[in-house]
């Protein structure tokens, strides 16, 4: 890969992630047999190794799912900021101890009273790829949109790049 394609791979991989850091939460989504379920799940972006947490409970519909089938979407939304991002990836449950302790925090605390509850579980999503659209701002992206409708030209609302994310290079 020449330089220049390195650095803008590189860029918009970066830039996958802050979205998805700074953003916290997603709808994560897998496949209940031939139908897809979504819930809402606090997010725990980890780009140095290149996965994304969640704690979950082990008696929890999406255990099953993901062990069934572990191809699963993430999608972030900063409506405010009209900023979002979608994750495709493989899902995996564990029963990690150090790891469930490294990422409880007061949010967890609300479907458990401390990292020790033998009911919590870790789940791993390992990105496959990824598509982020990132805009100026709501009131901006507006302005763009009803000036591109009286001149009959398309607005620019900011980037939009599909990343691959096991790419290593």
């Keep these: 890969m020449e330089l220049r394609a390195w650095m803008t791979h590189s860029a918009n991989v970066d830039r996958v992630w802050e979205l998805a850091g700074k953003i916290g939460f997603c709808m994560f989504a897998s496949l209940d047999g031939e139908w897809i379920r979504s819930r809402p799940m606090s997010a725990y972006a980890c780009p140095e190794e290149n996965c994304i947490y969640f704690l979950t409970d082990v008696d929890s519909a999406k ?34 101890r150090a790891k ?4 409880f ?12 509850d033998p009911a919590i579980r870790v789940l791993k999503v390992t990105p496959h790829d990824a ?3 990132d805009s100026p701002g709501t009131v901006r992206s507006y302005v763009k949109m009803a000036a591109a409708a009286v001149s009959d030209t398309r607005p620019d609302l900011g980037d939009n790049e599909k990343v691959n994310l096991e790419e290593r290079v």
């Design 105 to 116: 925090s007061t949010p967890a605390k609300a479907w458990w009273e401390d990292a020790e």
């Design 131 to 133: 598509q982020y659209w």
């Design 100 to 103: 469930i302790r490294e990422l």
């Design 63 to 96: 255990d099953d799912e993901v062990a069934a089938r572990p191809q699963v979407n993430l999608a972030f939304a900063d409506t405010s900021e009209q900023s979002y991002v979608s994750m495709t990836g493989r899902a995996e449950i564990s029963d990690d």
